[in-house]
């Protein structure tokens, strides 16, 4: 049976703790396995009658800025029998040492291990990510293919955007949700709730009863049929066809409480959906077809919403999120009342890519006022031909004037993101694309010859993808071009831009993008290739440091599967395509009708401008949801004034950094107190100039694994406030491992804490594995052997040099007690020259089998701070 734990009287075993911290100190980036983040849910597992852990198959980095992931984990655990814990897949390294050490792939809140759990839901976004998605499972002890798993594993469940073709990976999952998931994640969890409740939790009474949900595909009861693989129902209450299913856009469906991640991460700000789907019908764009009708959160609501983020996460800065933020209809109103709001607290707004029709150069110098980022735009093609295949209705004009307003404007960078190997492209194509950067790059040097205030020429960086066809768009038809035909063109264009100064060329690599056309368009034969290339080896593929062509050309070769004939393959329009289990709601006789227009160059207006008739609103009896202007909030028209920094008064703050606060860095657990600060609204002063960071001061940066009771920092504030205030309010905002002990207020003439403090106290306690491992009878004469020398010979590394030390007049002393054993050292912490504990410690045992805490930092005079 699905866990087969009465969440009323049984409580399971957590992963065990004392291994798990001797491991994490053999990984990088530790605190990616640690968990317990700013404002994670940390929900009672055994009193929740369904537990699901939501598993992202890339790297933390990755997987904890997913937008998606925060909406349904919001979600979820606002339901109070409910759920949701959080696992992202292991780098290489972690990984190892979980195989090494038998212990299984555990929920960062909970440490419970995956098979623990009555769900595991993985979110698909990329092709390359699956064989990822069964190294998570493995690693989980939960078996690879839904037909081997038992009533005592956990149900699979597979979404996201790579569901609108589940076939390659339909062996693998138990469930596929197709569409939105705010609403459908709750039904199963409840109709989970009610199955276990009367008793009807075997695999199979609970995949029936899911079936029964709109939105829901049940692989196993399919069949698929050759010669086109097309998958058929074999249980009469299993539907022909899966719809997809589109969500209110709610804002109650908004996370605005969400994990803040230890580390940094790929998007580490705060992010507000203001509009879903899009209208303008590119035609190799596959999210634009899938997330039709066009949806629009009101300007109230989006300024709403902005502000709970921002006051619940501290970030100081956030992003306006769309497939194409231009086409918000209020954008540039609401965009210049959001700025003049925020700017003052030095808090910026960033946009995806611009669209060169609607790029407002005064909006984007407004944003730009906190701080300056990199515009991109988007041709995606070079001729206006190939943008008239394609439905991107640009002219060249319309991308000439808006990167030479931004350059004139002061932006001495610029974006470019271009596809080869469209339908139709040729090489008069590619010279279109050479032409435009030329033309940008001739404007941009005479710009600058006539204007003295232009200091540094343009520099363009363009990003060039290669065409990849995708399920439900008007180009699902067409094939990629052969190998050696994109490696000409590749070559073609490297080799003309070598005689353009200030531009570089990127290029996605070639094999990878061949995958993801093979994997999304195949059929479920290709579960055969995903799950060969696992088992030889491929790994978080999305990484170029991991990613070997090799091991899925071996693959290939053992499941003989021809990679250069499925992606080249062009399909008759008459076929049923594997994917056509899914229906999104748009017509497949309008897809055609838009492929023929696209070969015979011709655009199609975008549906804000007129109905297109794709059949969307009528199949899914839905209509888009444009703001009018009658919904325009007032606009604040006022610029805020800059903060007056005349008045700064200095507080020094004593605080703990203890538990799992060990595992993140100096620089993170900086961003950690700069946001608690923030989201207690304390008057912080910020540096002045391009890119303003608060005047916030840590004395001597405690290592990776250090916890301590004794840290200092010192931080700037534009109003004098009541020290037990501060107190109080900073801890309000910390987590309980990281709590205020005291506040001082300091002149502000007094040396920095970051100056003052030269030495630390430690104290080290061995871990419980440590007594099978250390011979402590020796360890005091160890001890005395290395301390007794005239000279400790010591060789210190950093990024930047290799230099040898003598570590003796950096060891002021130390000391070993018994019953407990205790090791008690002080160590130089002066800004001249630094010892860790670690290297100290691993002079004659193993750090790693300590658990070591700062107990004081002293001045040079070894007086405490």
């Not at 908004?254 to 700000?269: E, L, T």
């Not at 060169?356 to 909006?363: E, G, I, M, R, V």
């Not at 063109?489 to 094999?511: A, E, M, T």
């Not at 871990?767 to 004469?781: C, G, Q, R």
Request: glycine share 4%.
């Amino acid at each position: 049976m699905i866990c087969q734990l009465d969440y009323k009287k049984d409580v399971p075993k957590q992963i065990n703790h004392e291994k798990l911290s001797i491991i994490l100190k053999n990984v990088n980036h530790p605190a990616r396995y640690a968990g317990n983040e700013v404002d994670s849910a940390k929900k009672d597992f055994c009193s929740s009658s369904v537990r699901a852990v939501l598993a992202f198959p890339d790297l933390y980095e990755i997987g904890i800025s997913n937008f998606g992931l925060k909406i349904i984990y919001n979600i979820i655990n606002n339901c109070p029998d409910f759920i949701a814990d959080r696992v992202y897949a292991p780098d290489i390294d972690f990984k190892e040492q979980l195989i090494n050490n038998n212990i299984e792939l555990y929920g960062l809140e909970s440490y419970q291990p995956l098979k623990n759990f009555d769900i595991v839901a993985f979110s698909l976004q990329y092709e390359l990510n699956y064989p990822t998605a069964l190294g998570m499972l493995d690693l989980a002890g939960i078996p690879l293919y839904s037909r081997e798993r038992t009533d005592n594993d956990p149900v699979v469940i597979g979404a996201g955007p790579g569901c609108f073709n589940p076939e390659p990976f339909a062996d693998f999952m138990d469930v596929i949700l197709i569409g939105d998931g705010e609403d459908i994640i709750i039904e199963v969890l409840s109709e989970i709730e009610t199955l276990k409740k009367i008793g009807k939790n075997t695999r199979i009474e609970i995949l029936e009863a899911l079936s029964k949900l709109d939105g829901v595909y049940i692989p196993c009861f399919y069949e698929v049929i050759q010669p086109d693989m097309v998958p058929v129902p074999v249980k009469d209450f299993a539907p022909l066809q899966i719809s997809r299913r589109v969500s209110e856009f709610r804002i109650d469906n908004h996370p605005v409480k969400f994990p803040i991640p230890s580390i940094s991460a790929v998007h580490d700000r705060a992010v507000v959906e203001i509009r879903r789907g899009c209208g303008r019908m590119c035609r190799f764009c596959q999210s634009c077809f899938v997330n039709l009708p066009v949806r629009e959160k009101s300007p109230q609501d989006i300024k709403l919403l902005c502000e709970k983020t921002l006051n619940q996460s501290g970030y100081d800065e956030f992003s306006l999120l769309s497939l194409s933020p231009g086409d918000y209809r209020h954008l540039e109103e609401l965009a210049l009342d959001l700025n003049n709001q925020f700017s003052i607290d030095e808090i910026s707004i960033s946009l995806p890519s611009q669209r060169a029709d609607s790029f407002n150069l005064d909006l984007a110098r407004e944003l730009q006022a906190v701080r300056k980022s990199t515009l991109t735009f988007a041709p995606e093609a070079g001729s206006e031909r190939l943008r008239r295949v394609i439905n991107k209705n640009l002219s060249q004009e319309q991308i000439l004037n808006a990167s030479l307003s931004a350059y004139k404007a002061g932006w001495h960078k610029i974006k470019f993101y271009f596809i080869i190997g469209l339908p139709t492209e040729t090489y008069e194509d590619l010279d279109a694309i050479i032409n435009l950067i030329k033309t940008v790059k001739q404007e941009a040097n005479r710009l600058k010859g006539s204007n003295k205030e232009i200091k540094r020429p343009l520099e363009i960086v363009c990003t060039v993808s290669i065409f990849v066809p995708k399920p439900f768009t008007p180009f699902q038809w067409f094939g990629m071009l052969d190998t050696e035909e994109i490696l000409n063109r590749k070559r073609y264009l490297l080799n003309q831009i070598r005689f353009v100064k200030g531009v570089k060329l990127n290029f996605h690599d070639l094999f990878s993008s061949k995958l993801e056309a093979l994997i999304s368009r195949g059929n479920r034969d290709i579960s055969q290739l995903i799950i060969q290339a696992y088992k030889n080896g491929a790994y978080l593929d999305s990484w170029t440091d991991y990613f070997s062509e090799d091991t899925w050309k071996k693959a290939a070769s053992n499941t003989n599967i021809d990679i250069e004939k499925l992606t080249t393959k062009e399909w008759p329009e008459d076929d049923r395509l594997p994917w056509e289990i899914i229906t999104t709601g748009i017509d497949k006789s309008w897809l055609i009708k838009e492929k023929d227009l696209a070969l015979t160059e011709k655009n199609s207006k975008p549906c804000e401008e007129s109905c297109t008739n794709c059949g969307v609103c009528v199949n899914l009896n839905m209509k888009p949801d444009y703001q009018s202007r009658k919904t325009m909030l007032k606009l604040n028209t006022e610029k805020p004034e800059k903060r007056n920094y005349s008045n700064k008064f200095r507080y020094r703050i004593k605080i703990t950094k203890l538990a799992n606060l060990r595992y993140i860095s100096h620089l993170d657990w900086f961003r950690m107190l700069y946001r608690a600060a923030k989201r207690a609204q304390i008057p912080l002063v910020y540096s002045q100039g391009f890119n303003p960071s608060p005047k916030i001061s840590i004395g001597s940066p405690l290592g990776l694994f250090i916890e301590s009771n004794s840290e200092f920092m010192d931080i700037e504030l534009t109003e004098k406030l009541d020290e037990e205030y501060l107190k109080r309010a900073l801890n309000d905002e910390l987590p309980s491992e990281c709590q205020v002990l005291n506040v001082n207020f300091n002149e502000t003439k007094q040396e920095s804490i970051s100056k003052i403090a030269c030495w630390s106290e430690y104290e080290a306690f061995p871990e419980a594995e440590a007594f099978s491992v250390i011979d402590f009878t020796n360890l005091e004469n160890s001890i005395n052997d290395i301390i007794s020398q005239d000279v400790i010979h010591f060789t210190k590394k950093s990024r930047s040099k290799i230099r040898e030390i003598d570590l003796k007049p950096l060891i002021q002393s130390v000391k070993l007690s018994n019953n407990p054993v205790k090791l008690t050292f002080i160590l130089s912490s002066s800004p001249e020259e630094t010892v860790k504990p670690a290297d100290f410690l691993n002079l004659f045992t193993e750090f790693k089998y300590w658990q070591v805490k700062r107990i004081n930092l002293m001045d040079k005079s070894f007086h405490s701070l």
